[in-house]
């Protein structure tokens, strides 16, 4: 997490003036100003630069005449600060052909040194221009500069973040000599020489194209020794060129499972696929959700939109959460289409480059990838696809905090495309954004492919089977059902949600969990006592330590016993390992392989590629992993899937809990019975009663929403209202403290000073209020629309820093309040 520089320092009526005042007025510093004695500036040309160091500003630098000439999009290095250290930073724009200090157009500011009226300042120049051309368009720039004022974030950084590590340090590239002819005149020649002629005839190496790499002619012509290159090259007969060349292997994996036949839309789709070639047809800006069940055919119309564009001389990108990039997902694409390039982060950084120039080349028509390829460096894009759009791992946790999902759609509006958002389970900022925006439309597709029944649903109540031990991860219904699938020769997926944390506090016996009174959240477990200076009393019958609601700041003592029934609480937390003893207890016979997103992540994912195929070819009975097995997985020998615990995404202290665990659920269900043989779906839970588990059970989208917003109106929460979070961390408290209060003043003062419509709470200490020894706090912002915290950070980045100086990172529509 990198602070923003300008959010540190204390707060006072005349920062905040000085702040007002700097939204208006260019103002320089030292960082690209050096004193001068003289008064005369030599002519030369002005760029504007946005560094990757955390600075929330853009300096003016010359550019010398031999550099010329130069465009936004390029990178540079200049000296920077007081000891130039040399740094690199992108071109943004170019401004006027002159040299003082002057042009009150920067949108964003920072606080100079008050510049004394006697001395001169002159610009400083950059050093050199990094790379043969520039690696953003206009397109990307513009894109770069909404992001960086829509998510508070630096603009050289959400520049450095747009262009891959690869392709900045020109990962797996080779520079390779070339030869090829220029002359078919007959020229009296060498033996050796002629051998090389010959050589180059027979390969008609003819044009620099189709040129022969040195190494490779020489040892076809017999020769050894460069000289008689040299010789041919003088007498201008070839011409020598270099071109570079990517090492990377190639980034599609090796397909395993056997392409389909050609499909035949059924009348939903073929409908559904009408109204998206009619909005493609605008050639406009416009968005579709195609909100489409599982296993609906919602990929295959993605497929034919992106024909659709192509045959208008237009280009796609389809987005997809990281985890289901590692599934047949990609290979149904390149399947299709000839001229694709992927982007995601377990490519090697060699194979990202040789992807990303494949595309900036204009080599790709198709770039599908997870959210960093929004960025991907594609020209005359038609159409925008993102898949699952109602993913949280849009989101990026780090800066820039950018939503893939969001950013996709302000580039389909940059470019003048069209933009798909397909799900199962649409977010409800996007089914509130589809009822009340004139550009949006909704397609649905009800009904599963080749009339394939929804799977059966079976909820089983977890608390029956709380034994002496604890919780049994593995019920007797589901143990059964197990047996009976194996025994049938089919497959089972397990999936066990290892969100949750042991902080959720909950009686097994009548089902009570500790909530807040005020909020539909559940309290989250403190084991240090209270921070204020109301002292916490603690007693004989409650735990030490206290329960928090994090949007109210409600606190009360844990009781040991149950408020209702009397009996003990505890704290649940499950774990993948158990999972596992407890299956080769109960099915020794059963082949079952585990993974987890932690065993993907890691260098090894040819590992994980094997475990997919030895389950597709069904060397594996049963699956058992994490939420990335709910993710693109279609293995039509799947007939059972069991939930291993349902709830325990209802105990994060997040308002999106319901919906996480209505998606999840949804989406697992849709791994079973994606064949002919019919699917079931076991449901394991404590809370069989929870809204969110019944509507998952019923297939009923429409009952969950409408139930899921009245609560969210209720609390003017999302898709009611916006909301922010500032946190702000520190390894020691008490300075922490400090700052989170100034930075409250702060907020507090710019919002009276604007008169703006936002409502604070906090500061209050995060879910986790402590990682890695830095302590966590944090400011919930909300507003009725995003204008007003547009315009409080805006004033507040322009502001002094607060003091004392900790991190702080802004959040815009947080996905996750941890
Ligand atoms: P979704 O993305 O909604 O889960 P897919 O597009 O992946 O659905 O389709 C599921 C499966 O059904 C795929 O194997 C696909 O090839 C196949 N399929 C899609 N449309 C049809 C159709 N009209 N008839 C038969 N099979 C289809
Ligand atoms: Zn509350």
Redo the contacts with the bound molecule.
């Keep these: 997490m990198i602070s923003l520089n300008s959010l540190c320092s204390p707060w006072s009526a005349i920062a905040l003036a000085a702040a007002t005042m700097a939204k208006k007025n260019k103002t320089y510093s030292t960082a690209n100003l050096f004193e001068s004695d003289s008064a005369d500036t030599a002519a030369g040309r002005i760029i504007r630069v946005a560094f990757d160091t955390g600075v929330d500003n853009e300096f003016d630098y010359l550019v010398p005449d031999k550099l010329w000439p130069i465009q936004p999009g390029h990178r540079i290095e200049a000296p920077f600060g007081r000891n130039n250290k040399l740094q690199t930073g992108f071109c943004v724009s170019i401004e006027e052909n002159v040299q003082r200090p002057q042009s009150p157009k920067r949108k964003r500011g920072v606080i100079s040194e008050p510049q004394s009226a006697r001395r001169t300042f002159r610009l400083k120049t950059i050093k050199r221009i990094i790379d043969k051309a520039p690696l953003l368009d206009a397109q990307l720039l513009a894109l770069a500069d909404w992001i960086s004022k829509y998510y508070v974030c630096p603009f050289g950084q959400v520049l450095a973040a747009m262009v891959p590590g690869g392709v900045k340090k020109g990962a797996g590239v080779k520079k390779v000599k070339y030869i090829y002819l220029t002359s078919q005149e007959d020229v009296k020649l060498s033996k050796k020489q002629q051998a090389i002629i010959d050589v180059l005839k027979a390969r008609r190496a003819v044009t620099a194209k189709a040129g022969i790499p040195k190494a490779r002619l020489l040892e076809m012509a017999g020769v050894s020794t460069d000289g008689p290159l040299k010789k041919l090259a003088q007498k201008g007969i070839i011409k020598l060129a270099e071109r570079v060349v990517f090492t990377g292997l190639p980034a599609i994996p090796e397909k395993f499972a056997k392409a ?1 036949g050609k ?4 009348a939903e ?1 073929t409908h559904a696929l009408t109204k998206i070639n009619q909005a493609i047809a605008a050639h406009a800006f416009g968005v579709t959700l195609l909100h ?1 069940v ?7 119309l993605y497929i034919r939109a992106i024909q659709t564009v192509l045959k208008q001389g237009r280009r796609a990108i389809v987005m997809l959460p990281e985890i289901a990039l590692t599934t047949q997902t990609v290979q149904r694409f390149s399947s299709r289409f000839d001229r694709i390039a992927v982007m995601h982060c377990r490519l090697t950084a060699g194979q990202r480059n040789a992807q990303w120039q494949k595309i900036k080349a204009g080599n790709a028509d198709v770039v599908i990838g997870a959210r960093s390829s929004i960025f991907a460096p594609l020209a005359d894009i038609g159409l925008i696809v993102v898949d699952e759009e109602h993913e949280p791992s849009y989101k990026q946790d780090t800066i820039p905090r950018y939503h893939g999902r969001d950013v996709a759609i302000k580039r389909a509006q940059l470019a003048g495309a069209h933009c798909i958002l397909g799900s199962a389970t649409p977010s409800l900022e996007t089914l509130t954004n589809c009822k009340a925006k004139k550009h949006y439309q909704l397609v649905t597709l009800a009904k599963r ?2 009339d394939l029944p929804m799977p059966d649903m079976k909820l089983i109540d977890m608390s029956a089977q709380y034994g002496a031990h604890g919780v049994n991860l593995i019920s007797t219904q589901l143990e059964a059902a197990l047996k009976e699938v194996l025994a049938r020769d089919e497959q089972a997926i397990l999936l066990l949600n290892r969100r949750g944390y042991s902080n959720f506090i909950f009686c097994p016996n009548c089902k009570h969990t500790l909530r807040c009174q005020n909020c539909d959240v559940t309290l989250t477990f403190h084991k240090r006592r209270k921070l204020d200076t109301t002292p916490t009393v603690t007693g004989p019958h409650m735990h030490s330590g206290y329960a928090m609601c994090h949007y109210c700041l409600a606190q009360t003592l844990v009781p040991q016993r149950c408020p209702l029934c009397k009996r003990p609480m505890t704290m649940i937390g499950l774990g993948s390992q158990k999972l596992t003893e407890e299956l080769s207890k109960k099915l020794p016979a059963a082949r079952v392989c585990r993974v987890d997103s932690d065993s993907m992540a890691s260098a090894d994912a040819g590992g994980y590629w094997r475990v997919l195929r030895d389950f597709a070819s069904g060397r594996i009975d049963i699956l058992a992993g994490t939420q990335m097995l709910a993710k693109g997985l ?1 293995f039509p020998n799947v007939t059972l899937v069991g939930i291993i615990s349902a709830d325990t995404s209802l105990s994060l202290p997040d308002f999106r809990s319901n919906e996480r665990t209505f998606q999840l659920i949804s989406q697992v269900a ?1 791994r079973a019975g994606r064949s002919a043989k019919h699917g079931i779906v076991l449901v394991q839970t404590l809370l069989p009663d929870q809204p969110a588990i019944q509507f998952a059970l019923k297939h009923d989208y429409n009952g969950f929403v409408s139930a899921e917003l009245g609560h969210r109106q209720k609390c003017n929460l999302p898709p009611y209202g916006r909301m922010a979070i500032v946190h702000m961390r520190d390894t020691k408290f008490d300075k922490l403290e400090a700052a989170c209060d100034a930075m409250r003043w702060r907020l507090d003062a710019i919002i009276e000073a604007e008169g703006l419509d936002i409502k604070l709470r906090g500061p209050m200490p995060a879910t986790i209020s402590r990682i890695q020894r830095y302590h966590r706090m944090q400011i919930i912002l909300q507003a009725p629309d995003p204008a007003p915290l547009q315009s409080l950070f805006t004033t507040l980045r322009s502001a002094p820093p607060i003091r004392p100086a900790v991190k702080v990172a802004i959040d815009v529509d947080p996905v996750n309040l941890l």
């Design positions: 389909p499909v035949v839309l059924n789709q489409g599982t296993n609906s055919g919602k990929t295959e492919v080749m279609h849709g």
